[in-house]
């Protein structure tokens, strides 16, 4: 599990959900260690650079994808250790319809690059009333596992009896 991902610094109300949420699986005698990858940081150059192919040369996406391919082959390294990553969804809550927030998809972008499953549920409530979310992210091929973790978050933080605001 991590809370920071290095790039945004998650406000105190998330960091306290995603540790709640690390408590509770290590409830059930889950081995919980606080790390996080060290590529992290590449995520979003490599995702803007996606987002911009169009207006790149052959070299550059050739490029774009070697270095995708690079950040890929250094997560599986670091998740090869373990059965799920927990982190942040965002470092935020919620954002209230039409509301735009600083560094969008920051703790998402890292997983959408490598294709793993991931599941988003609730795992607290900012003093504003807005839901805080964690995510599970499972190895490659084992969603039965980020969903497994999912519902036992969500059932144990009672995150599925919370009305949508």
């Keep these: 599990m991590y809370t920071d991902d290095g790039e945004l610094l998650p406000t105190p109300d998330i960091i306290a959900s995603v540790r709640a949420a690390a408590r509770t699986l290590a409830d059930v005698g889950l081995s919980i260690d606080e790390a996080r990858p060290a590529c992290l940081s590449d995520a979003r150059p490599i995702t803007e650079r996606y987002w ?3 207006r ?9 994808f070697l270095d995708w391919d690079r950040f ?7 998740v090869a250790k ?3 990553i927990l982190c942040p969804a965002d470092a ?6 039409g509301e735009q927030t600083i560094g969008l998809f920051n703790y998402t972008l890292p997983f959408s690059l490598t294709g793993w499953p991931c599941v988003v549920v609730r795992a607290g ?12 992210v499972a190895r490659p091929w084992r969603e039965e596992v980020a969903l497994a973790v999912a519902q036992h978050l969500e059932t144990a933080l009672h995150g599925w ?3 949508p605001l």
Excluded: C, K, N
């Design 125 to 136: 409530t900012s003093p504003e009333g807005l839901p805080i979310g964690v995510q599970i």
């Design 52 to 54: 911009a192919r169009s």
């Design 82 to 84: 373990y059965d799920v």
């Design 56 to 64: 790149l040369s052959g070299a550059a996406i050739e490029q774009l």
């Design 161 to 163: 009896q919370r009305p």
């Design 72 to 78: 890929r082959s250094a997560m599986l390294a670091f």
């Design 92 to 97: 935020r809550p919620a954002p209230r319809h």
